[in-house]
């Protein structure tokens, strides 16, 4: 790719549906490389908004807005970073030569869960817990005990694990189906019910598929609360077993859905079984531990393979891990305690600068390193217990 600089005619132009925290470093890693940034979003002042060239305010679920605005801009490239998606203009479009990444049929079938799990367990034939999917709450009751007790409950679509839980019992349940419906990201009381898997620990295996092949980065443990991340860490320890077994499962999904990018693949690990989870075809919130942790980060390995640039070698430089700062407010907030947190040995901060906060809404994160994850994770517990968040 030949470079020419951004607002020449012939830059090279990425265009991001979704400018969160992730879209933000995505566009800063696509900046670092000269290429000119349009990011899009639900709402203005997005993370991802504040250091695009260019950004837009849309329904990215209006199928014929989303198509007018990316005609208008004519991006070289449109890479979707959320899940509320109207899809179907995304293969409209491809249809018409447009490159979406990985493919807009990756984005489909990602932005819900019954279009992944089907694809995964009944067309890949890849190993997943047991799942039923039900449209009301009667369907449900009868999905849990044919499952069986406990049992994971999520809504179609969700985005920072809105939505999902766990009904240890039938009174659980209600609470469950009630979450669900109200967590999903589209009007739609179709959910998907879970076997429950009593897995050792889960992980991510970011997985890369270039012009050259299929790369994988060091796996990535991580704990989830209400199934939303609130710490990760690099590497999570795998014997020779699973890691082979993980990378296989990731390998045979992301070749399923194809194109190239940088996929974040969810496993569950027992023993010596690995389960499919969830994949996102693009980089995984667990992954913003690889901002201190690897030679390349998460979003310049994406970036890189959206442009077909080589990819050396994915090197850890030092056990590392990561701690969501999660808001106990809604509303106008201010953030205390940032001096104190970075004074921790090793520790860096991303503030995502999103200029209002819900409950429990994800506002930055603090990474640390070590010479041991051990080391890491305690001291990026420590970093955030400086932070505070005041309205």
């Known amino acids: 790719m030949a470079y020419s600089p951004p607002g020449?005619?012939?830059a090279h132009k990425i265009l991001l549906l979704g400018a969160g925290e992730l879209g933000k470093e995505i566009v800063i890693e696509a900046q670092r490389l000269g290429v000119e940034t349009i990011a899009v979003d639900r709402y203005a002042g997005s993370p991802g908004m504040q250091v695009a060239h260019r950004s837009h305010v849309i329904n990215m679920l209006d199928p014929d807005a989303l198509?007018?605005?990316i005609r208008e801009e004519s991006p070289d490239v449109v890479v979707p970073e959320v899940e509320a998606i109207a899809t179907s203009a995304l293969e409209e479009l491809e249809a018409e030569g447009l490159r979406v990444i990985p493919t807009a049929r990756a984005a489909r079938l990602t932005m819900d869960r019954e279009g992944i799990r089907r694809f995964a367990a009944e067309e890949l034939g890849v190993p997943t817990a047991g799942y039923q999917f039900a449209n009301n709450w009667e369907e449900l009751q009868?999905?849990?005990h044919a499952l069986g007790f406990p049992v994971v409950v999520k809504p179609l679509m969700s985005s920072s694990g809105k939505g999902p839980s766990i009904a240890h019992s039938q009174d659980e349940l209600r609470q469950a189906w009630d979450y669900a419906v109200s967590g999903g990201r589209v009007q739609n009381t179709r959910?998907?019910?879970e076997e429950f898997i009593p897995f050792d620990f889960e992980i991510t295996l970011l997985t890369v598929r270039t012009v050259s092949g299929t790369l994988f980065?060091?796996?990535i443990g991580h704990v989830q609360k209400s199934g939303d991340y609130v710490e990760s860490w690099q590497p999570q320890c795998l014997s020779p077993v699973v890691q082979d077994k993980a990378e296989a499962i990731a390998r045979t999904v992301t070749d399923g859905l194809g194109g190239l990018g940088i996929f974040g693949v969810e496993l569950f690990v027992q023993g010596d079984r690995v389960y499919f989870s969830e994949v996102s075809p693009r980089p995984h919130d667990t992954g913003l531990v690889s901002l201190v942790s690897q030679n390349l980060s998460e979003f310049?390995?994406?970036?890189?393979a959206i442009l077909g640039f080589p990819i050396p070698e994915i090197v850890l430089n030092r056990p590392s891990?990561?701690?969501a700062l999660k808001s106990p407010i809604a509303g106008v907030y201010y953030i205390d305690g940032i001096g104190e947190a970075l004074a921790v040995p090793m520790t860096q901060m991303r503030l995502f600068g999103k200029p209002e906060s819900t409950l429990g809404r994800?506002?930055?994160?603090v990474l640390s390193s070590a010479d041991t994850v051990e080391e890491a994770r305690d001291r990026a517990a420590k970093a955030l217990s400086h932070l505070t968040i005041h309205s």
């Open 300 to 304: 310049a390995l994406h970036v890189r």
């Open 191 to 193: 959910v998907i019910a």
């Open 362 to 365: 994800r506002l930055g994160v």
């Open 217 to 219: 980065c060091p796996p």
């Open 142 to 144: 009868e999905a849990a």
């Open 321 to 323: 891990a990561s701690r």
């Open 67 to 69: 198509k007018a605005l």
């Open 8 to 10: 020449s005619e012939g």
